[in-house]
């Protein structure tokens, strides 16, 4: 297990999710934006979960190929393959020319799809993981 860099991925990921959050709040919203930050997000939680055990991820955005990997260690990951295949629209091809039209509704699914994989019992395992790590490390 590899915590330490499990962690940073974990933490980054966060962030753009958070951001992806902040953005909805505002009164002119960016929702091409906020999916383009969600997507980003949970690309990390895979990511995260990849180098965990301790396998080095290949430099993608595409969700799907990044889910396969994680299947391949734990079919657990099956639980969220429909979800994952929504949110592999919103990549990096969002952020170029001729970009998709996204509604609010869709953002709102969006951002609800990204909780969930947030949320997802194998990621809360590992942050438990993480905090236990953190609390014994610290009390040396």
Same mark, same amino acid.
């Given at each position: 297990?590899?915590?330490?860099?499990?962690k940073?991925?974990?933490?980054?990921?966060?962030?753009?999710?958070?951001?992806?959050? =902040?953005? %909805?709040?505002?009164?002119? #919203? $960016?929702?091409?934006?906020?999916? *383009? &930050?969600?997507?980003?997000?949970? !690309?990390?939680?895979?990511?995260?979960?990849? =180098?965990? %055990?301790?396998?080095?991820? #290949? $430099?993608?955005?595409?969700?799907? *190929? &990044?889910l396969?990997?994680c299947? !391949?260690?734990?079919?657990?990951?099956?639980?969220?393959?429909?979800?994952?295949?929504?949110?592999?629209?919103?990549?990096?091809?969002?952020?170029?020319?001729?970009?998709? !039209?996204?509604?609010?509704?869709?953002?709102?699914?969006?951002?609800?799809?990204?909780?969930?994989?947030?949320?997802?019992?194998?990621?809360?395992?590992?942050?438990?993981?993480?905090?236990?790590?953190?609390?014994?490390?610290?009390?040396?």
């Amino acid at each position: 297990m590899n915590l330490i860099d499990t962690k940073e991925w974990f933490l980054i990921a966060d962030d753009d999710f958070d951001a992806g959050l =902040v953005l %909805n709040k505002e009164y002119k #919203k $960016k929702l091409e934006i906020i999916c *383009y &930050l969600c997507s980003q997000a949970v !690309e990390k939680y895979l990511k995260g979960y990849i =180098v965990y %055990n301790e396998i080095v991820p #290949k $430099k993608t955005h595409d969700l799907k *190929y &990044l889910l396969d990997r994680c299947i !391949e260690i734990n079919d657990m990951f099956k639980k969220i393959k429909s979800d994952i295949a929504f949110l592999d629209k919103y990549t990096s091809d969002m952020r170029y020319p001729y970009r998709q !039209e996204i509604t609010e509704e869709i953002t709102k699914i969006v951002l609800k799809t990204t909780e969930k994989i947030k949320g997802f019992e194998i990621f809360n395992k590992i942050r438990n993981e993480i905090k236990e790590y953190d609390r014994i490390n610290k009390e040396e």
